[in-house]
């Protein structure tokens, strides 16, 4: 079992640790706005473990991905306890790539490696588009 602490710092603020000792400040405070809520955080944490997914298979596929950009937006439920019930994942990449194998990366990010839109998917409707730009060079 793996184990995170949250450390209340005064306010709505806390100090997180993960199970692996990185700390992260947390402000549940939006007036104050010091650090991410942690709504935001599950958006950030989306982004991140896909994008990893994308970027790993891409590479097995030995495709030239010279940058990356997840854009993750939701829309949270009007009442409490206000969960995500859409969400939507603009995936922005840059290289030669093959829109067949940046389209399977995707797929399989979504369908069977990305445990956060896995966990997400049980309250929220997730959605999921692409753009490929021209390589900088």
Known sequence: MQTATVKWIGGQQFVAT????????????????????????????????????????????RQKLESLEVICSG???????????????LYRLRGRLKEADVKRAIELSEEKYCSVSATLK????????????????
């Open 75 to 89: 829309e949270r439920a009007p009442e409490p306890p206000a969960a995500w019930t859409k969400l939507e994942v």
């Open 122 to 137: 049980k309250s929220a409707t997730l959605s999921w588009r692409y753009e490929i730009l021209p390589p900088a060079s």
């Open 18 to 61: 993960s199970p692996s000792g990185h700390a992260l400040a947390i402000d549940s405070d939006r007036q104050s706005n010091k650090a991410p809520g942690p709504m935001e955080l599950l958006l950030m944490a989306l982004g991140a473990c896909t994008a990893t997914d994308v970027v790993i298979i891409l590479e097995k596929k």
